[in-house]
């Protein structure tokens, strides 16, 4: 039986891939270096995704799942999220991910690379649940995200980057509690 995987392509989807040579452009501004976006995205209602890199990639991947369920294996161990709950796959591991096939996920995603990356990362690599109440001020967080969509929706000026990049960072930092 053959179980239908889809990578993109979502009803209602948004995403951008930022080109190489901003990345680049990036990775040698001084404010920028620290911490940058390389793909950020929002799929809703995310049913049959499916994504798996044999091959390292060398960012750092989050996934906030705002609906339904799924799941993402790192280091051969497999791991269930459902909504409310957030994880970062590590830059240089080999890994899966996929929505629940009966309560498919509706996701925000970021790819973020720098040179203190895994410093801002590290502590998600377990699921971490966002627990509803005042304190967690996740619609807040979410509307940080929007805003980084936003801004490099744009255009990749170097003002946008900066700005981008101080967001993230500011993002980054608020998932930690």
């Not at 990775?27 to 499916?50: C, M, R, W």
């Not at 994880?87 to 790819?111: L, Q, T, V």
């Amino acid at each position: 039986m053959n179980i239908l995987k889809i990578k993109d392509g979502f009803t209602g989807e948004r995403s951008i891939v930022l080109p190489q040579t901003v990345v680049q452009i990036m990775e040698e501004d001084q404010l920028v270096k620290n911490l940058f976006v390389t793909d950020i995205g929002f799929y809703p209602s995310a049913a049959y995704h499916y994504r798996e890199r044999k091959a390292p990639i060398n960012q750092y991947v989050l996934i906030y799942v705002t609906q339904g369920a799924g799941w993402y294996t790192v280091d051969g161990k497999r791991r269930e999220v459902s909504c409310n709950h957030f994880f970062i796959i590590p830059a240089g591991k080999p890994h899966a991910y996929g929505a629940d096939k009966n309560n498919p996920w509706s996701i925000y995603w970021i790819h973020v690379r720098g040179d203190l990356a895994e410093f801002y990362t590290q502590y998600a690599y377990e699921p971490v649940e966002v627990k509803a109440s005042t304190f967690t001020r996740i619609y807040e967080r979410l509307n940080i995200f929007e805003e980084i969509m936003n801004t490099l929706e744009n255009g990749y000026s170097i003002e946008n980057l900066r700005y981008m990049s101080g967001l993230l960072t500011f993002f980054m930092a608020s998932m930690r509690y």
